[in-house]
């Protein structure tokens, strides 16, 4: 086994590759950017080292600081979690050419191999796994796509080569179409994979997502520990996951499991992996293997009991796999809910920034989170907006379902908005308990206004409303003995900004963890900092007058420059900042009088 792991990732996949560490007794590094210095996985590892910037192009995804780190640290593997570098050809073969490093995943080959779709489309072919109907070459003349339609039938689905997770994939309705469509998938193919090479597939109108989860060591053992069921996406993004899937029956998820395991016997694959497939009608169709450690993975854990990234340490430490097939017994039902920081009645839309002011997390039976976050925390804003997973596990799915209107009923997330009550809407939707749902479900189906009406029943407090004078607050009374919660609205918040970001009543003078620092003197008007930024600019200084409407200062945060703006007039009595100066989100800037 090794003895210290750099794990080349952030958040919540850090912290739980580096508890699979601690398991094992191996020691932990993480590496951070400047917009994680406090963040869950820099606080948890046994060292920690700066590679770069926020911006994960010059920190995360930067090859060369990332090997830096690892051979300052006396790291003597890399895991790469999911996303960022996971599923980099390049950095795979870099990590297993340097001397005295070890790459967690399936070697740069195996992954060269795979990202060919064409490629894996006929090594799965071969082993006699079912793959979509269409090429395993790829198509170059537009006269291809008529004829495979003609033959086929229509719609068609042209796929770029080096795609997935929807990227690069074009519908073909009609031959009169097929032109276009065949130039935008090269097109898209050449701008995201450099690579405009594309193949052609029926196009299957209501599938299910369905994939098998692989387990295989460098002995020739491969294992598939059962599937999950990633049906219920928005544009290609998963939102929740289960297994077993709803859709298969005993028999189908035999053969779809034994046919993952075959295809990946195929290919001398080491390391975790995916197998992805559409399923419609009864029947299952190969779409792609991922190789990586995936977000969901912990719904196959929770069924097998299996700890996946500690046989993924253990797998490429040269261990063998010491459970046979017939060993992997799944119990019961998990469903996994994604904690995205986001607004499901507003399109989804990523929160622009906030700060946790509680964070009090379900706990219990059956209810697992994978997170990295802690209350008082800001909201880092520069990478995805997935903020934990909760993980349910129940004895069916029946009870699974009622165990996690529990949880996420317990969940309490206050300071910034997230989708816990779009899950609280799915697990009251008819599709959706009834696991009737296609991977067209929420992008098609949903009525949107029952998103706003989940929003507004669900919702926490955020600091992201609409009426920016009015911030609501939770007081606990009792009256005669009995305790009674109660929600009172506070109008004294006097902020306004200009530019595009969205509004947000200052923060200064709630009781948020701010400290001492940011009390909020009696007798004056604060204007504070609605977000965490840089001071680009001062335009007043004590002493001036200055009207409703006045650029009092010039906030850059979120790679936008915003104007503060004053809301009412008044005299400035005092200046609290000065240009170039960072400031955090309620600190105050400017006090009126
Ligand atoms: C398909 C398909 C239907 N027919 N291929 C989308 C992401 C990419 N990895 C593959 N995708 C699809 N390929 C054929 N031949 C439908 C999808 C698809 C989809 C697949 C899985 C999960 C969600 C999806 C949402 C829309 C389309």
């Known amino acids: 086994m090794f003895d210290k792991v750099l794990v080349a990732n952030r958040g919540e996949i850090a912290v739980r590759v580096m508890r699979a560490c601690e398991d094992l007794g191996v ?77 967690i995943g399936p070697s740069a080959e195996s992954m060269e191999q795979l990202g060919e779709k064409t490629n894996a489309r006929r090594l799965m072919n071969e082993a006699g796994v079912p793959i979509v109907p269409g090429t395993t070459e790829p198509v170059e003349e537009v006269e291809a796509v008529r004829t495979f339609g003609e033959e086929n039938g229509y719609p068609i689905a042209i796929k770029a080569e080096g795609g997935g997770g929807g990227r690069g994939m074009k519908i073909v309705h009609e031959p009169e179409e097929a032109e276009d469509q065949l130039e935008a998938a090269k097109r898209e193919g050449e701008a995201y994979f450099d690579n405009d090479s594309v193949y052609l597939e029926r196009y299957l109108e209501r599938p299910r997502h369905i994939e098998v989860q692989i387990l295989a060591d460098e002995h020739g053992n491969v294992r598939h520990l059962g599937e999950r069921d990633c049906s219920l996406q928005r544009r290609h993004q998963k939102v929740i996951e289960e297994g077993p899937s709803p859709a298969l029956d005993d028999d189908l998820r035999e053969e779809i499991g034994e046919a993952a395991r075959r295809g990946v016997a195929e290919s001398a694959y080491v390391n975790a992996g995916t197998v992805e497939f559409l399923v419609e009608n009864g029947e299952f169709y190969f779409l792609e293997v991922n190789t990586r450690i995936q977000v969901e993975h912990c719904v196959t854990e929770e069924l097998t009991g299996i700890d996946i990234v500690k046989w993924q340490l253990r797998v490429a430490a040269g261990e063998e796999l010491t459970f046979e097939q017939s060993d992997v017994e799944l119990d019961g039902h998990a469903i996994e809910f994604r904690i995205n920081a986001e607004n499901a009645a507003d399109g989804f839309a990523p929160a622009s920034g906030g700060s946790l002011t509680t964070y009090d997390p379900p706990g219990g039976i059956g209810v697992r989170l994978d997170d990295a976050l802690r209350q008082g925390e800001d909201l880092v804003t520069d990478y995805d907006s997935m903020v934990a997973k909760l993980i349910v596990h129940g004895k069916d799915r029946e009870e699974c379902i009622a165990r996690s209107k529990r949880a996420l009923a317990e969940y309490d997330i206050e300071g910034i908005v997230t989708i816990i009550p779009f899950h609280r809407l799915m697990l009251d939707d008819e599709t959706f308990v009834a696991g009737d749902h ?74 948020n963890s701010g400290g001492s620092e940011r009390s909020v003197p009696a007798d004056g008007e604060v204007i504070a900092a609605e977000m965490q930024g840089t001071i680009l600019d001062v335009n007043v200084e004590a002493g001036d007058t200055v009207e409703a409407g006045d650029v009092i200062c010039v906030l850059e945060a979120m790679k936008m420059e915003n104007d503060v703006v004053a809301e009412r007039g008044g005299t400035v009595s005092e200046v609290a900042v000065e240009s170039g ?13």
Do not use: C, M
Not at 460 to 483: A, L, Y
């Open 27 to 103: 020691d932990t590094v993480a590496v951070y950017s400047e917009a994680d210095k406090h963040g869950g996985h820099t606080r948890y590892a046994d060292e920690a080292y700066n590679i770069g910037p926020a911006r994960a192009a010059d920190s995360y995804l930067d090859h060369d600081a990332v090997i830096e780190a690892a051979e300052k640290s006396g790291a003597d593997a890399i895991h790469p979690g999911y996303g960022f570098l996971a599923e980099n050809a390049e950095f795979a073969r870099t990590v297993e050419e340097t001397a005295g490093l070890t790459w």
């Open 581 to 593: 100066q960072s400031v955090d989100q309620g600190d105050v800037l400017v006090v009126l009088e």
């Open 438 to 511: 296609s991977t067209k479900y929420l992008d098609e189906e949903l009525d949107r206004s029952r998103l706003e009406e989940a929003q507004a029943k669900w919702g926490t407090e955020t600091v992201d409303g609409d009426d920016d004078s009015v911030v609501e607050r939770e007081f606990t009374v009792e009256v005669n003995g009995k305790r009674f919660e109660v929600n009172l609205e506070d109008r004294s918040g006097a902020l306004a900004t200009g530019g595009s970001a969205p509004s947000r009543p200052a923060s200064g003078g709630s009781d």
